[in-house]
């Protein structure tokens, strides 16, 4: 079997002809919402030939994926035969009018690590919880391509454009970029059946679990990927179960599990030329700034996005991101008719086309990236790391290095002139650069600079250097972002019932958060010594800024709502581990009366959520041990106030009592039974 890591090269493929394979529409919706062959008309442009399953997309979704399917600009190849193929991805909105037949609701599988490492796989308790795969609450379609574009001189306008493209609700570029390294080949060899072939095959993976490693069999081939962690995927995708040790503000206990979306993108290779400047935007990122991208490609484009997103992890980027931007998306109408002082929305663009620079004038920073394609057909993300190096740098990142590079009379007077001259310069020539009036907070590490390594002009050995530069650099930016939210850990701990007292009661609220108690605490005591070594002395403005950011509520809300999970299942927990009997031997008859109460409302609970249909798989055992210890705090109470509870027919068929009207004492009759042992339906 042929098994492709994340960071293996373009596989092999072939497809059985003698093999049928039925597609699982339901099964493929966990992965993909379609699969699609659009090709470049000359006299009607944009067309799309195929589209499977049929009926995924609206006419309006359809115009969109075609228009964000090509490059902008013909690849400079000046090979008059040659093949030219490169991978990139694209994020649009989904439209409001869609409609879907195919669109099924699925289930996203999250389990979590202590109940996996304490049963065995056989016994193994899986949350489940269904999420909606239609256009409700889902905002955003992910659209992966694999481009080629052929020059021959024997076809008219000497070539022709095609791009095979997975649609997916999902951003899951560990995933279907190395998919399209064996499904756009395939489909240029054997024609459309490659479409349902491989989509046969998806709808036989299993549910996606966030955050693990799977293997995904395609034919031959094995795909051996790591999945981005729930905490991590964007809020319009549903909330997943998650673990609450598992998110910010705590590092991760294991670092081998991808901590943010976009852990395979290319940090080094692609903002090599501007490594300096990191720091500058990833504080950009992380207060929901606008930033505009520009790269020669595509693909060069789409990875400094997915870069620049990847650096904030574990923090969930609530910032608008399109890792490739056209003058065709919908909102460019909107985004262009901003007059200039109205303020530019939290969008990260990743375009290629320079008419962006004079359309989109109101946004405020702007970084260059990448360099002009080169002459190879190789596919643009086996290559990434290669492709983007900059001829003429030097061949290591030492301190030494960089600094003669930055405080150079040479390097001094290009900077002046490249902000004197704006990015506008770009129009003659491509440069890396960003132009940016953001005072920064954050100091560049020199120390992660000297750790750099630029190893030869070997592809391969190269690539493998910026395998190890990525891995420090992420490292790096994980604990830059832990550092930074750990103030705020006080407002997400989860409490225990203490040994010994009542865990029958409600669990005390989380504390209440205040912005001006918050600033004022956090100014007094410091911003700690990880950060204190690497910001400037007006770092609570940074926090100021964070807290006014589109980033920073969705993230808090969310990180509240997971704590409160894991503190009613430390509370639950604790209820089934209770000694009812020891308990009582404590209490005053009020204190009894209150726990009578407050277990049949837990145990209401318990057959509310049956019937909703979000139960877990200890919805018997927790029921049966509510009920006996209802039916044991029932026993002990006075005759009187017994027959008085037992007015309530509800409350007497959870106690598993009889009751029979009297009609000559004008008072009900009571024969209290045993509990009856199977748990209620």
Same mark, same amino acid.
């Given at each position: 079997?042929?098994?492709?890591?994340?960071?293996?090269?373009?596989?092999?493929?072939?497809?059985?002809?003698?093999?049928?394979?039925?597609?699982?529409?339901?099964?493929?919706?966990?992965?993909?919402?379609?699969?699609?062959?659009?090709?470049?008309?000359?006299?009607?442009?944009?067309?799309?030939?195929?589209?499977?399953?049929?009926?995924?997309?609206?006419?309006? &979704?359809?115009?969109?994926?075609?228009? /964000?399917?090509? =490059?902008?600009? @013909?690849?400079?190849? !000046?090979?008059?035969?040659? #093949?030219?193929?490169?991978?990139?991805?694209?994020?649009?909105?989904?439209?409001?009018?869609?409609?879907?037949?195919?669109?099924?609701?699925?289930?996203?599988?999250?389990?979590?690590?202590?109940?996996?490492?304490?049963?065995?796989?056989?016994?193994?308790?899986?949350?489940?919880?269904?999420?909606?795969?239609?256009?409700?609450?889902?905002?955003?379609?992910?659209?992966?391509?694999?481009?080629?574009?052929?020059?021959?001189?024997?076809?008219?306008?000497?070539?022709?454009?095609?791009?095979?493209?997975?649609?997916?609700?999902?951003?899951?570029?560990?995933?279907?970029?190395?998919?399209?390294?064996?499904?756009?080949?395939?489909?240029?060899?054997?024609?459309?059946?490659?479409? &349902?072939?491989?989509?046969?095959?998806? /709808?036989?993976? =299993?549910?996606? @679990?966030?955050?693990? !490693?799977?293997?995904?069999? #395609?034919?031959?081939?094995?795909?051996?990927?790591?999945?981005?962690?729930?905490?991590?995927?964007?809020?319009?995708?549903?909330?997943?179960?998650?673990?609450?040790?598992?998110?910010?503000?705590?590092?991760?206990?294991?670092?081998?599990?991808?901590?943010?979306?976009?852990?395979?993108?290319?940090?080094?290779?692609?903002?090599?030329?501007?490594?300096?400047?990191?720091?500058l935007l990833w504080e950009l990122l992380l207060i929901g700034e606008p930033i505009l991208i520009i790269g020669p490609t595509p693909p060069q484009c789409c990875e400094a996005v997915a870069s620049l997103v990847s650096l904030v992890a574990p923090l969930p980027c609530s910032v608008d991101f399109r890792p490739y931007f056209t003058i065709h998306d919908p909102d460019f109408k909107h985004l262009n008719s901003l007059k200039e002082g109205d303020a530019f929305p939290p969008m990260v663009l990743g375009v290629t086309n320079l008419f962006f620079l004079k359309a989109l004038r109101n946004i405020p920073h702007i970084v260059s990236v990448g360099s002009p394609a080169s002459n190879s057909n190789r596919v643009a993300f086996a290559s990434r790391s290669s492709a983007s190096r900059i001829p003429g740098t030097p061949e290591g990142f030492g301190l030494q290095q960089l600094s003669l590079k930055k405080f150079s009379p040479s390097s001094?007077?290009?900077?002046?002139?490249?902000?004197?001259?704006?990015?506008?310069?770009?129009?003659?020539?491509?440069?890396?650069?960003?132009?940016?009036?953001?005072?920064?907070?954050?100091?560049?590490?020199?120390?992660?600079?000297?750790?750099?390594?630029?190893?030869?002009?070997?592809?391969?050995?190269?690539?493998?250097?910026?395998?190890?530069?990525?891995?420090?650099?992420?490292?790096?930016?994980?604990?830059?972002?832990?550092?930074?939210?750990?103030?705020?850990?006080?407002?997400?701990?989860?409490?225990?019932?203490?040994?010994?007292?009542?865990?029958?009661?409600?669990?005390?609220?989380?504390?209440?958060?205040?912005?001006?108690?918050?600033?004022?605490?956090?100014?007094?005591?410091?911003?700690?010594?990880?950060?204190?070594?690497?910001?400037?002395?007006?770092?609570?403005?940074?926090?100021?800024?964070?807290?006014?950011?589109?980033?920073?509520?969705?993230?808090?809300?969310?990180?509240?709502?997971?704590?409160?999970?894991?503190?009613?299942?430390?509370?639950?927990?604790?209820?089934?581990?209770?000694?009812?009997?020891?308990?009582?031997?404590?209490?005053?008859?009020?204190?009894?009366?209150?726990?009578?109460?407050?277990?049949?409302?837990?145990?209401?609970?318990?057959?509310?959520?049956?019937?909703?249909?979000?139960?877990?798989?200890?919805?018997?055992?927790?029921?049966?041990?509510?009920?006996?210890?209802?039916?044991?705090?029932?026993?002990?109470?006075?005759?009187?106030?017994?027959?008085?509870?037992?007015?309530?027919?509800?409350?007497?068929?959870?106690?598993?009592?009889?009751?029979?009207?009297?009609?000559?004492?004008?008072?009900?009759?009571?024969?209290?039974?045993?509990?009856?042992?199977?748990?209620?339906?």
């Amino acid at each position: 079997m042929l098994i492709i890591s994340e960071m293996s090269r373009s596989p092999s493929f072939s497809v059985k002809q003698e093999l049928s394979l039925k597609t699982d529409l339901e099964s493929l919706q966990q992965w993909a919402v379609a699969f699609c062959i659009i090709r470049f008309d000359l006299e009607q442009g944009q067309l799309i030939e195929e589209c499977y399953p049929p009926g995924s997309l609206s006419n309006e &979704e359809e115009l969109d994926v075609a228009f /964000s399917s090509f =490059p902008d600009s @013909v690849s400079q190849n !000046q090979n008059r035969s040659s #093949i030219h193929d490169c991978i990139f991805f694209f994020r649009i909105q989904r439209r409001k009018n869609s409609e879907q037949g195919n669109v099924t609701s699925s289930e996203v599988v999250g389990i979590d690590d202590e109940e996996e490492s304490s049963k065995s796989m056989k016994g193994k308790v899986i949350n489940r919880r269904k999420i909606r795969n239609g256009t409700k609450g889902l905002k955003y379609l992910y659209g992966f391509v694999f481009n080629r574009q052929r020059h021959d001189e024997k076809l008219k306008r000497g070539g022709e454009q095609k791009s095979v493209v997975i649609l997916s609700h999902n951003p899951y570029s560990s995933v279907f970029r190395p998919l399209l390294q064996i499904m756009g080949p395939l489909y240029f060899d054997v024609g459309t059946k490659a479409l &349902e072939h491989i989509a046969a095959y998806v /709808s036989m993976w =299993p549910t996606p @679990v966030p955050g693990k !490693q799977m293997e995904l069999h #395609i034919g031959n081939a094995m795909l051996k990927v790591s999945l981005p962690p729930a905490h991590s995927l964007p809020f319009e995708i549903g909330i997943f179960e998650e673990s609450a040790s598992a998110m910010a503000p705590f590092l991760p206990s294991n670092q081998l599990i991808p901590q943010g979306l976009f852990h395979d993108s290319d940090i080094f290779g692609t903002f090599r030329g501007i490594l300096l400047q990191l720091w500058l935007l990833w504080e950009l990122l992380l207060i929901g700034e606008p930033i505009l991208i520009i790269g020669p490609t595509p693909p060069q484009c789409c990875e400094a996005v997915a870069s620049l997103v990847s650096l904030v992890a574990p923090l969930p980027c609530s910032v608008d991101f399109r890792p490739y931007f056209t003058i065709h998306d919908p909102d460019f109408k909107h985004l262009n008719s901003l007059k200039e002082g109205d303020a530019f929305p939290p969008m990260v663009l990743g375009v290629t086309n320079l008419f962006f620079l004079k359309a989109l004038r109101n946004i405020p920073h702007i970084v260059s990236v990448g360099s002009p394609a080169s002459n190879s057909n190789r596919v643009a993300f086996a290559s990434r790391s290669s492709a983007s190096r900059i001829p003429g740098t030097p061949e290591g990142f030492g301190l030494q290095q960089l600094s003669l590079k930055k405080f150079s009379p040479s390097s001094l007077l290009s900077a002046v002139k490249l902000r004197r001259d704006g990015p506008l310069c770009l129009m003659t020539e491509h440069k890396e650069a960003v132009w940016s009036t953001y005072v920064a907070s954050t100091k560049p590490d020199t120390s992660i600079l000297n750790r750099l390594i630029d190893a030869g002009k070997s592809p391969r050995v190269e690539e493998s250097m910026s395998v190890v530069n990525n891995e420090i650099l992420r490292r790096h930016f994980l604990e830059l972002t832990t550092n930074f939210l750990a103030p705020f850990g006080p407002y997400f701990r989860a409490s225990t019932p203490s040994e010994g007292s009542l865990p029958f009661i409600d669990p005390p609220p989380l504390p209440p958060f205040d912005v001006e108690e918050f600033l004022a605490n956090l100014s007094a005591r410091g911003v700690g010594k990880f950060l204190s070594k690497r910001m400037k002395s007006n770092w609570l403005d940074l926090y100021k800024r964070f807290l006014k950011g589109p980033n920073f509520m969705p993230w808090f809300q969310r990180r509240r709502t997971v704590v409160e999970q894991e503190q009613h299942r430390l509370w639950r927990q604790a209820r089934m581990k209770a000694d009812i009997q020891l308990l009582m031997s404590r209490m005053s008859e009020l204190e009894i009366v209150d726990s009578f109460n407050s277990i049949e409302r837990h145990l209401h609970g318990e057959i509310l959520m049956e019937k909703s249909g979000k139960a877990g798989v200890d919805f018997a055992e927790t029921c049966q041990k509510l009920k006996k210890d209802l039916q044991a705090v029932f026993d002990v109470l006075p005759k009187d106030m017994q027959q008085l509870l037992l007015m309530n027919p509800e409350r007497a068929a959870l106690l598993q009592v009889s009751w029979e009207p009297t009609k000559l004492t004008g008072h009900p009759s009571f024969q209290i039974g045993a509990v009856s042992s199977r748990s209620p339906r």
